[in-house]
């Protein structure tokens, strides 16, 4: 299992999930998506997306000042 990290901080819907989806269809099944967020909309919709298709949405911590982090599970 691998942990891969995304940064979509300088990104905007719907151009975030994307990315993240992307991201996702790249990794082996079981490897963890780390994806690097600001507030609002992208940390709002990019867990919730990731949750209706499919995948495990792990943890979603803030890292600093409108920067979170999401952890998604393939």
Same mark, same amino acid.
């Given at each position: /299992? =691998?942990?891969? &990290?995304?940064?979509?901080? $300088?990104?905007?819907? #719907? /151009? &975030?999930?994307? $990315?993240?989806?992307?991201?996702? =269809?790249?990794? =082996?099944?079981?490897?963890?998506?780390?994806?690097?967020?600001?507030?609002?909309? #992208?940390?709002?919709?990019? #867990?919730?997306?990731a949750t209706e298709q499919g995948y495990?949405?792990?943890?979603?911590?803030?890292?600093?000042?409108?920067?979170? $982090?999401? &952890?998604? $599970?393939?």
């Amino acid at each position: /299992m =691998a942990t891969h &990290t995304l940064d979509i901080t $300088k990104e905007h819907c #719907p /151009m &975030t999930f994307v $990315k993240t989806k992307i991201k996702l =269809a790249q990794i =082996a099944e079981g490897d963890i998506l780390e994806v690097i967020l600001l507030e609002g909309e #992208p940390l709002k919709n990019v #867990p919730k997306s990731a949750t209706e298709q499919g995948y495990n949405v792990l943890d979603v911590s803030h890292v600093e000042g409108n920067i979170y $982090k999401v &952890t998604i $599970k393939k």
